[in-house]
């Protein structure tokens, strides 16, 4: 009978941080806090980290000043290193607004009707490894939206964006 009081540890460094399938979601199975966040207390840790959090570093290195772990699934109990990466609060927020994590209390980023994506979406959709079906149904798109934003099709964005050039890989 094994029982170790670290299943939680093994299947962390076994499994997540060493998983290799960028399509489907990787589900945290074990603590989780009400929003959905899956936490963990590592050795020589006194409190719960954020396993997504602490996934996004493994994947993407340290987190730059000020940046979140955001999903690109839109899933908050997803640990996938592929589904994970550092945004700013405003995308990660745009992103929570995109997946319905979230009541939009505007219609940020949506005032021009034929703006179907934001910008902060439209980088999601090149940069994470989800197909393009994942993605569409993610975000409610069609996949020929996400096949043409892969080959670059121009697409209208959000206008005026005051930051344009915060993008980071
Ligand atoms: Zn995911």
């Known amino acids: 009978m094994r029982a170790p009081r670290n299943t939680a540890r ?6 997540v941080l ?11 199975p074990y ?25 996004c570093e493994h994947a993407n290195g340290p987190p730059p000043a000020g940046l979140y772990a955001a999903h690109c699934c839109g899933n908050a109990s997803c640990v996938n290193p592929y589904h994970l990466r ?5 995308e990660n ?4 607004h995109a997946h319905g994590t979230i009541i939009r209390p505007d219609a940020r980023g949506e ?5 179907k994506l934001t910008e902060a979406q439209v980088r999601w959709i090149r ?22 934003i892969r080959r670059s099709m121009p697409i209208r964005l959000e206008p005026n964006d005051p930051n344009p050039a915060r993008t980071r890989p």
């Open 18 to 28: 060493k998983h290799d399938d960028p399509v489907s979601c990787l589900i945290w």
């Open 111 to 115: 005032r021009n009707p034929s703006a």
């Open 93 to 96: 927020q745009m992103d929570r």
């Open 31 to 55: 603590a989780k806090l009400p929003g959905g966040y899956g936490v963990i207390k590592l050795k020589g840790w006194r409190v719960n980290q954020y396993v997504h959090r602490l996934v």
């Open 10 to 15: 093994l299947f962390f460094f076994e499994k």
């Open 127 to 148: 940069a994470c490894g989800l197909s393009a079906v994942e993605v569409s149904k993610n975000l409610n798109v069609t996949t020929n939206l996400v096949w043409g």
């Open 86 to 90: 550092w945004a700013t609060p405003r």
